[in-house]
């Protein structure tokens, strides 16, 4: 059969990162899938509590930072030897997140007949199993609706054309890693043109295939891509604004937060939540600025001048919970992102920069500009990309994500109630909608009044989400709402939705404009977009895990793979 390559893009922080001066490591988050590497991880977690914020800094610092492709390699019994799963890639992303994943992938797409008949996943449902490893139905027979599909493709069958179309090919999984602390487009040029490791230890290079070399080692001028979280914005940046929408057949995205996430920008002001995301993002705002202030890659996952439509999502309530401010108004640049008043996204400038890395790299290329209006000049771009970027996809998309706990979805195919695939509960999937700051505000305060107050003079903000004000003559604290703990029944708002834990789904459905009915009379139809699932009971880190994400994803490849015969190409 001739080769059609499928290519994994990971999410923010999916990638190994090495020092490109030491080949020392950077980033090589925990694998927890073993007792080894989970203790190791957890001494890493451990370790990384204390790291401070000039720490962070230097060592995250993008200019320095490398793909590393010596990390581990598990291949979970498909039909790859290690050594050919680190050729393609595979060692260049997090072996727990999604080794797994893309072993099981490979066994799908190596196996999808067995003399003459459809076999495994795409023939039969997981019915012994009652949905916990695969969807309780089979691709095969199955109405994409019962896995929560929006769009024109139906039903597939053994005799369709979709299918047929699909066992003509084979399928080499590859995966590539990249740099997430730079910008996007410069990942996605490099994911398009590939580069080389060199460890500095032993001077030997290592190639990173990139999407043009491995379809031309596999004598073809286009692949299927697969991306996770904000390798859906590299993906995007490759095909739209770097040129490479000829080399891709189409793309499949999962978890992606199409329009940024309120969740980054909070942690502008909060730091991580918890021990662990402390631990690797940071304790408070201060040590998370160090490293997001200076990463555009991260930068670029800030809520995106379309999140949501257009709504303010960075909220101010008294203690009745009555809206006081909402901005943004007209833009999350000027009024958030880049103005150092006491709501803004950094009204501290001093966080920036703790290691004086950004001020000598001005000084070096004898640039006048002070470290904040370096950011101010680096925010204006990543903006402006978003932009570029808002309703703007690949011409053979289809996409995916988690909506809360898996809700049962009825349909022609379904008879009663239907039984479900294993899902986390809702509780474990809620995540910021929008940022509700909380305070004891006086009756007669409103916006004008907000926008114009003084910082108090002591125990200002603990660098954690709580801060005080002088407003109406009166000292005012604001709390941010520190858990992802949606309110009970008859309690106000506080900004807190379902999604997948971590990307809300008003960011996720934009993907979904002009094909789910609620979204499209409202909004631009998001272009390129063929079908959208409107998925649950999956959480951001693991989406490829789930049984429903799993189904999509095959059904999404056979669609694309016939799209070469419906074009007669």
Known sequence: RAPIPVIFLPGVMGTLLANKKTGGTVWYPPNMDAVGSGISGAASIVAGWFRSAANRAKRFDPNQAVVD?????????????????????????????????????????????????????WAHGDSRGKGKKAALKSVLDTDPVDYGGYGPGGTITAESDVFKSLARYRYPVYAIGYNWLQSNQVSGQQVLDGLDFKDPQGEKITRIMGIREICRENHTDKAIIITHSMGGLVARMASQLCNGADDILGIIHGAQPATGAPLFAKRFRTGGEGFTNGSLMGRDDAEFVAIASNAEGPMELSPMPDYNNGDPWWIFVDKNGKERMALPEQSSLNELYINDAWYGLLPDTSLLDPAGIVKEQ????????????HFKKTMRAVVKRQMLLANNYHPNTYAMYG?????????????????????????ELMTWGTVVWQGDLPEDVGEKELKAAQWADKDRDNHHGVLRIIVGGQTVTFTAQQKAVAPKSGEHENGIIPGDGTVPAWSAEAQGRGLIPALSAATS???????????????????????WSRWATLYSVAQIAHSIDAKGT
């Not at 080794?99 to 996943?121: F, H, R």
């Not at 070096?364 to 904040?372: G, I, R």
């Open 69 to 121: 492709p010596r990390g581990p390699v598990k291949v979970g019994g498909c039909s790859l030897t290690k050594e050919e799963a680190r050729r393609r890639g595979w060692s260049t992303v997090h072996r727990w997140s999604y080794q797994p994943a893309l072993a099981w992938l490979q066994n799908m797409l190596d196996n999808p007949m067995l003399a003459g008949e459809p076999i495994g996943e």
């Open 362 to 373: 001005l000084d070096d290329q004898k640039d006048p500009s002070s470290v904040y209006e």
């Open 403 to 427: 909506n809360g706990a898996l809700k049962p979805k009825p349909s022609d195919s379904t008879q009663g109630a239907p039984q479900l695939e294993a899902s986390l509960p809702e509780e």
């Open 525 to 547: 139809n998001a272009s390129g977009v063929r079908m959208v699932f409107v998925q649950g009971g999956y959480e951001h880190q693991f989406c490829y895990d789930h049984p």
